[in-house]
């Protein structure tokens, strides 16, 4: 019998003693892992490397500095109280020690090298477990409806969480091989954080968006959450038992879901018998001051002041009373998993946060990872016990001492009073402090954005009394014979909560909008999809330097896609340094007012030409690789 030519092409280099090329054994890939799409990471480092690019794109967030210790009162009218940044002297702040070993009984309080880096519970790090347990149970949500309340299983992060959530809820479809009538299904938003997709899609679950309005998912009229599952077409594949949404800060929207609508959400989820998987990285970026900032920004007349919602049981921190409560503080049934991370509070490489849901449900989640991740990374499991237990060991003591003198100088009176070192105070202190940041950063955007949504554009004004036009183009100054148009060139609401603003840009109103495109590969005329991408890479260019986020990258499916999500944008105010903020606001504006004196079609066409590798304009790929782009730059 023959060899495979294959074989013999192999034998053949061997022959020649050249190293062998390994073989090619696609073949044997899981169709899960068939269906997984390459992201555009290589065009998007393009972007990235640009010299003083100003990379407003992605989710990740800043190192919180000292004036962390001013936290934004919640009171909207002093919610403009400056940020003092001087960051000099962070020092103290700047190092955590793990002693290697500890000469300690209690497992709880033993933080050591030593017994972090063994195996170890699956659950996780006992002394950090037990915190991140008391932490969720009595703080977090301390008035759970179920009996005995919720359980927690430390993941690496709510990226694992999620896979892990998947891994216990869905079973792999695969089409021409399982029955549609199986086909799993997510309902989520209309937009959506970008790796919830690519981690479900491939598994075969039929990822299905519901209608949202201004204040979060909706729940009746068409298209909404009632709709959705009580016309549920089964010819499609099974109606969905699983819903994934982010109530707090939405990524991308910055919508924070009120506890009425999650009332209303959760009675039809008990309903129709669905998981809710809430996934809150941006749980304590709660803006109290947004709506009436924004309201003076805009001239308006003030919001009506809105009722804090009173929690049953208070968690015994003033701070975390005031958010929104999670839907696990209605979860009767015991039917939401919940997703915590640290990569937005402490950073986004520590790689670890927590589920928490019904016990039952936390067994299992344990018993996954036993099987997959075994555990988080012990170095980082003992250097956060470390942070947010303080004062477990001799040399967080002593850590603590370095702290408080440190800070004396940059904290006031009251605060200094109050400060303790680390431990749950301590941590829920800093939360506070960086909601702050983030609220003034937020601000600060917003009133730039705000100054420049409009184009002030003179015209000649044409009377009916004279056909002739005064005003040519060397008079073209202000005169009473010209009249001033503006135009809306985006509109957005200060986001409630969270790190992004997420805006519609109008691009209706370009003057290229649907001209005739003379070149053949494109279509016959400029629609939103090109105009948006070519307007994501135009603010790239000198001199706006500045890369955003396009709504296409977050659009849950295709239609969304093409029918809006081109039109949006997001903006991460946490990003960038504190002090690039109001300049990626204003290239960001710079950039947009610029982008509406572009009349040539060949421009539009050559920023086209920067999204792909080879420089060719094809249309159909665009939004494609808008997208890809975005499982990078959109977390
Ligand atoms: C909604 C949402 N979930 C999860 C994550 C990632 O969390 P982690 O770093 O814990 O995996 C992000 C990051 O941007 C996010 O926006």
Not at 137 to 159: A, F, I, K, Q, W
Not at 350 to 363: D, K, M, Y
Not at 490 to 510: D, K, N, Q
Request: glycine letters at 8%; aromatic letters at 8%; one cysteine or more.
């Amino acid at each position: 019998m023959e060899a495979p030519a294959c074989d013999r092409a192999r034998a053949v280099r061997l022959n020649r003693h050249e190293k062998p090329v390994p073989l090619d054994l696609s073949h044997h890939y899981s169709v899960v892992t068939k269906r997984r799409v390459p992201s555009k990471i290589k065009e998007a480092y393009k972007f990235f490397q640009i010299p003083g690019i100003l990379n407003i794109a992605g989710g990740s967030s800043q190192t919180a500095k000292p004036e962390r210790w001013t936290p934004s009162p919640n009171h909207p009218s002093e919610s403009t109280a400056s940020s003092s940044s001087s960051s000099s002297d962070p020092a103290a702040a700047s190092h955590i020690s793990v002693p290697k070993t500890l000469d300690e009984s209690d497992p709880l309080k033993k933080i050591d090298l030593a017994t972090a880096l063994q195996y170890g519970l699956a659950q996780g790090y006992p002394p950090l477990l037990s915190w991140v347990r008391q932490f969720t149970r009595e703080n977090l949500h301390p008035d759970t409806p179920y009996r005995d309340g919720p359980e927690v299983v430390l993941t690496c992060g709510s990226t694992d969480g999620f896979s892990k959530t998947l891994n216990l809820f869905v079973d792999q479809w695969t089409e021409g091989i399982n029955d549609i009538s199986e086909r799993p299904g997510m309902l989520c938003e209309p937009y959506v954080y970008t790796n919830v997709l690519s981690q479900a899609q491939p598994l075969g679950v039929q990822v299905v968006p519901v209608k949202a309005d201004p204040s979060g998912m909706a729940v009746g009229g068409p298209g909404g959450l009632e709709d959705v599952l009580a016309n549920w077409d089964t010819s499609k594949g099974k109606r969905p038992h699983l819903m994934y949404t982010v109530t707090l800060g939405h990524n991308p929207t910055g919508i924070v879901l009120s506890v009425e609508r999650k009332k209303e959400i959760y009675a039809v989820c008990s309903k129709y018998d669905v998981i809710i998987v809430e996934d809150e990285p941006y749980w304590y970026l709660q803006f109290p001051s947004a709506a009436a900032e924004e309201a003076k920004s805009r001239d308006q007349p003030p919001p009506p002041p809105v009722t804090p919602h009173k929690a049953s049981r208070s968690s015994g921190y003033p701070f975390l009373d005031s958010l929104t409560p999670s839907f696990l503080a209605i979860d009767v049934d015991g039917r939401v998993v919940r997703l915590d991370t640290f990569s937005k509070t402490v950073a986004p490489g520590c790689r670890l946060g927590w589920i928490t849901s019904q016990p039952a449900l936390a067994e299992r989640f344990e018993r996954i990872s036993e099987a997959t991740t075994q555990q988080p990374s012990g170095f980082v499991q003992g250097l956060i016990s470390e942070l947010v237990l303080g004062g477990g060991s001799a040399s967080s003591k002593q850590h603590n001492q370095r702290a408080r003198s440190a800070f004396a100088r940059l904290l006031t009176s009251r605060d200094q009073a109050a400060f303790a070192g680390w431990d749950t105070s301590g941590w829920v202190r800093w939360l506070e402090g960086l909601r702050g940041s983030y609220e003034r950063r937020m601000a600060r955007m917003c009133r730039t954005l705000d100054a420049g949504s409009h184009l002030l554009t003179t015209s000649p004004v044409v009377s009916s009394s004279s056909s002739s036009v005064k005003g040519d183009d060397e008079n073209d100054e202000w005169s009473p014979l010209q009249a001033i148009s503006k135009t809306r060139l985006y509109s957005y609401a200060w986001p409630r909560g969270g790190m992004f603003i997420w805006l519609r840009v109008h691009l209706e109103a370009h003057p290229l909008w649907m001209v005739p495109c003379p070149n053949p590969r494109f279509p016959p005329v400029l629609g939103g999809p090109l105009l948006s991408a070519a307007l994501m890479v135009w603010l790239t260019t000198k001199p706006f330097l500045v890369l955003v986020a396009t709504g296409s990258m977050f659009s849950a499916d295709d239609a969304i896609r093409e029918e809006e999500g081109w039109a949006y944008y997001r903006i991460c105010f946490a990003a960038e340094a504190e002090e690039n903020v109001d300049r990626a606001a204003e290239r960001f504006v710079e950039g947009v007012h610029k982008f509406w004196a572009v009349r040539d079609v060949r421009v539009i066409e050559k920023l086209l030409g920067e999204l792909s590798a080879t420089g060719e304009v094809e249309e159909t790929g665009i939004g494609e690789d808008v997208t890809r782009m975005g499982w990078f730059m959109g977390c």
